[in-house]
């Protein structure tokens, strides 16, 4: 699919055609090394105590029958291990720096006391096998001061309040300030005083967790002052440095392995208090370690999509012209906060007035951090849903209101590298068949099962940035291609193959790759932000344009030698914003008499500029649909009020989709080459996700006519709503 | 101690090894040979506790295993530190995603959720069990083509659940296919390939060539 009204982007040889992985056989025969598939010599398995509390002060942690216990070989607590975490919290969504560890003053430990919430590491053993280590955790015993605690974000800015922290519950940023995120433009009072209406809602969502398949697991050891990590993780490098940073040693002693990994959707961004315990345990022992996490530590012990609480004023003229857009929420961050808390979606429209204030809140949840497109689903919920109610309410299609309202530059201002949002919309609603489908009287259907159709738009950061790649060459022509990338799903190893093969205009079995390993490869971005493919793939096809250069000057390589190239492209793009664009289309039925709501079409429109191998392209774009799905109707990480204890830590709790919830998702790609990245490539891999939930929401308040305001839109609410 | 104990939960292993007395009592244990060892009152593993173990005798990928197993490893311990075959992974360990599935007797099962010492006199197939030689299994070619592995974590378990399903079903209906795979949950959610993938594999000849790395993807 080409983009309309504009030049046919260029074909090339490898690149664009659909091309099996060049690790295919490994992963369907088993062979595929994932980190709980390695062992090593003489190597002892690791289990963590975690809190049964959602906040309490520890006074006495009594360890002796279970370091009497035989085969017990370490243990580990806050008493006798005072590693702080970096990256675990304190940064304010910032990257944990030196500067930052000098000066913040909420310092997340490995272990941590008081502890904060359900699943805080309090201890950690390493015994000669794991069901040693599993009874040596349940004779640890600890003497708690139970303290209170609060899991909503508003309620924990209200006065009397149990304080999290001594500076209190509004979370501190990298300055160690107390302030929401506020981002203004225009006169929003001015905005909202001349508008024809002003229409007010409120949206939440829930905490949901990544849920990745494969559960946590670490294995270290240490050879001198030299540890070595096998951790799943989408970012070697920057495991590497922050790892050697926690634990005050120089970085090159530090060798990150990841190989396959098991899907991670940010839950395994750079390090892990895992890493740090595991590291920590081996040394203690002088043995290696593995830590494995059971399915339930890896729901409440690492993190999940931040819970939102979304105001939202809209000023709007009776033509549909937007005038103003207000927006005061607040994002549950658990007691610690690993990332920003914001809540994205204003962007999305062209509006002279705004004004955006975002509470991050501390809370005794488990903590939030990034996931699937860290601040949009949640955020694209709340203002898609609110501004789809805001078209029905002036009597306009949705579709033409977007149309209509839809951001065309950045911020209003600056220009996109290339604009096909139009494109996306015009052509999802022709091949959805919108004006079929879609009910002018939302709920009109007659009977008890009803039918309607939603849609939602989105753009997505796809900036460019610095990496690396170096290419080697042999005299029996094989080239060996080092990219420091981790394979965790999207097939970034595959894709870096094909820009080589293509950017030297060989075949694509002539390229080895050596990836996932600190030591081997070069620096790269990490497999976060959708940056892989535009950033590390950019250094690839700089890479070989230096090896072609080699070779110019000094000709193919002959007997034992090599020929290498190696780039560190940091391109930059001053005055304008490269973005991917997309559009979802929904059409779902509804049993008001069960509740319950099933997705019957689904279709999706993505401008992710030149599409690199469209076989796993495509499968991205159906993932994050399909999770979308999840999120919008099932998916719920839900705690006791009266206890503070997570109900839902699980697959089957939190209602993870299955394959008999999951429908045909229709891709189609409006391609374009806007001049960067490799090849015009831009962000695919969190766009998927991000507008599915909004869109869904939508189609469920075309076929029944209530809006549902807080996800997830279970049966329960269907029939509350209805009632 | 014992008070304190009989207040936390059970664990699962210890509620499977419940169940797994009571299986064995109803069903009289016909085809059980196993001989319990004797509880070895010395140290054993590097200074643990000696824990009761059995012998047991079973087939893995038609091979023929002699084990002795200790009574708590669970199936999917066995195979993985114990045989080798870590091919077969572990989820969740409490039976809920699936991606621990092998062929116990050609049914599917979680082998997380089964206790190594069940298998006795009984045989398993693990996704390393799938090719023949270098020949790779239809089901094996399709997943490659299809593009069914995103991270590849639950793969081992879909492929061995849509074997069972194709055993007795050689050419199912996409909703068959759902419907068979449902206990394999896939968190990329790749779910529509994996259906392709299942069909596809049923038109397959079985002798077709093994396709290279790199080649051949389907849209």
């Known amino acids: 699919m080409r983009q309309q009204g504009s030049a046919p982007i260029k074909p090339l040889k490898t690149i664009g055609h659909p091309t099996a992985r060049i690790d295919g056989v490994e992963r369907v025969t088993g062979k595929a090394t ?38 017990v070989k370490a243990i580990l607590t806050h008493e006798n291990c005072k590693v702080v975490w970096g990256a675990g919290s304190i940064s304010g969504g910032q990257q944990y720096d030196d500067e930052i560890k000098k000066i913040t003053k909420h310092r997340r430990y490995a272990f941590n006391n008081p502890v904060r919430f359900v699943g805080d590491p309090v201890a950690a053993v390493a015994a000669v096998n794991r069901h040693v280590a599993e009874e040596a955790v349940r004779l640890i015993q600890v003497d708690y001061e139970i303290l209170n605690f609060v899991l909503d974000p508003e309620e924990a800015l209200k006065p009397g309040a149990v304080q999290i922290w001594p500076e209190g519950n509004l979370s501190l940023d990298a300055r160690n300030q107390a302030q929401p995120q506020v981002a203004r433009r225009g006169n929003i009072e001015e905005g909202l005083r001349t508008a024809d209406h002003v229409f007010e809602d409120r949206y939440t969502t829930t905490l949901v967790h990544n849920a990745q398949m494969e559960p946590r697991a670490c294995i270290a050891g240490w050879d001198g002052d030299k540890l070595t990590l096998y951790t799943p993780t989408q970012g070697i490098s920057n495991c590497r440095t922050d790892t050697a940073r926690d634990l005050g040693i120089p970085p090159e002693n530090v060798h990150v392995i990841c190989h396959y990994m098991g899907g991670g959707f940010g839950n395994k961004n750079q390090n892990q208090d895992a890493d740090l315990i595991t590291a920590m345990l081996a040394k203690e022992a002088g043995a290696p370690v593995k830590l494995e996490f059971t399915r339930k530590d890896d729901f409440i012990g690492v993190h999940g999509r931040w819970p939102t609480i979304q105001y939202y004023k809209v000023g709007v003229n009776r033509d549909g012209t937007l005038k103003a857009i207000q927006l005061r929420g607040y994002s549950g961050m658990g007691p610690y906060r690993k990332n920003t808390g914001a809540i994205g979606g204003i962007e999305l429209y062209q509006c002279p007035n705004i004004e955006r204030v975002v509470y991050p809140v501390y809370t005794n949840k488990t903590v939030s951090g990034n996931f699937r497109g860290p601040e949009y689903p949640q955020g694209f919920f709340g203002i898609e849903s609110m501004m789809d109610d805001v078209a029905y309410k002036l009597g306009m299609d949705p579709v033409d209101f977007v149309l209509k309202n839809m951001t065309r530059k950045a911020g209003d201002e600056v220009p996109y590298t290339n604009y096909s949002l139009e494109d996306c919309i015009r052509r999802g609603a022709e091949a959805f068949e919108w004006k079929k489908r879609w ?70 079995s002539t390229i ?69 664009f997309g559009a979802h289309f929904v059409e779902v039925e509804v049993d008001t008499e069960l509740g319950h709501a099933r997705v019957l079409k689904y279709l999706t429109v993505h401008d992710c500029g030149r599409i690199m191998n469209p076989l796993t392209a495509i499968s991205q774009i159906k993932g994050g649909a399909t999770m979308g799905i999840g999120m919008a109707l099932h998916e719920d990480l839900l705690y006791d009020r009266r206890t503070g204890q997570p109900l839902t830590a699980g697959f089957y709790g939190a209602r993870i989709l299955t394959h008999r919830d999951a429908p045909e998702i229709e891709v189609i790609f409006i391609e374009s080459d806007d001049g960067y990245g490799p090849y015009g490539a831009k962000s695919i891999g969190e766009s998927s996700k991000v507008p599915a939930v909004a869109a869904v929401a939508n189609a469920v308040f075309n076929a ?20 | 101690m014992s008070k304190n104990r009989s207040k936390k939960k059970i664990s699962r292993r210890e509620f499977l090894e419940g169940t797994g007395t009571a299986f064995a009592v109803a069903a009289a244990a016909p085809t059980v040979e196993a001989q319990r060892a ?17 012998r047991i005798r079973l087939m893995v990928n038609g091979v023929e295993r002699r084990v002795e197993v200790e009574d708590r490893w669970t199936l999917v311990e066995l195979l993985r530190d114990h045989l080798e075959l870590t091919g077969t992974k572990i989820g969740c360990d409490r039976g809920e995603c699936g991606a621990c599935t092998v062929l116990l007797d050609g049914r599917p099962v979680y082998s997380c959720s089964n206790l190594a010492v069940w298998a006795d006199g009984r045989s398993i197939q693990t996704v390393e069990g799938l090719a023949q030689g270098e020949r790779l299994d239809p089901l094996q070619r399709a997943f490659i083509e299809r593009d069914g592995p995103q991270c590849g974590f639950c793969t081992s ?46 038109t397959m000849p079985p002798t077709a060539r093994t396709p290279r790395n790199g080649t051949g993807g389907a849209r």
């Open chain 2, 157 to 202: 378990g879909q492929l061995m659940s849509a074997k069972a399903l194709l055993n007795r079903n050689p050419h199912p209906t996409a909703e068959e296919v759902r419907a068979a795979m449902t206990g394999n949950l896939c968190r990329c959610s790749n779910y529509n390939r994996y259906v392709e993938a299942v069909l596809s594999a049923a």
């Open chain 1, 512 to 580: 080895e790759v050596v990836w996932g390993d600190s030591d081997r490869c070069p620096y790269s971005v990490g497999e976060s932000g959708s940056r892989t493919t535009i950033q590390t793939g950019y250094a690839v096809i700089q890479a070989a344009e230096a090896l072609k250069a080699q070779i110019a000057e000094k000709g193919l390589p002959k007997g034992e030698d090599v020929r290498i190239g190696s780039a560190t492209p940091n391109p930059t793009l001053p005055g304008k914003v490269r973005a991917a």
């Open chain 1, 704 to 723: 029944i006519g209530r809006r549902m305001k807080d996800l997830p839109i279970t049966r329960d609410k269907i029939l509350g709503a209805l009632a």
């Open chain 1, 439 to 508: 009910h002018p009287q939302p709920g009109s259907d007659r009977g008890p099962v009803k039918r309607g159709a939603g849609l939602a738009f989105m753009a997505f950061r796809s900036a460019l940035g610095r990496s690396s790649a170096v290419i080697r060459l042999d005299a029996k022509g094989r080239y060996t291609l080092f990219v420091g990338v981790t394979d965790v799903g999207p097939g970034a190893k595959t894709t870096m193959a094909m820009i080589a093969a293509e950017a030297l205009g060989v075949p694509l």
């Open chain 2, 38 to 54: 004797a509880i070895h009152p010395a140290a054993g593993e590097a200074g643990a506790v000696e824990m009761p173990r059995t």
């Open chain 1, 34 to 71: 994932y980190t709980g598939d390695v062992r090593l010599p003489g190597m002892l398995y690791a289990r963590v105590l975690r809190s049964p509390h959602p906040h309490a002060q520890i006074r006495r942690i009594d360890v002796s029958r279970a370091l009497a216990l035989p085969g």
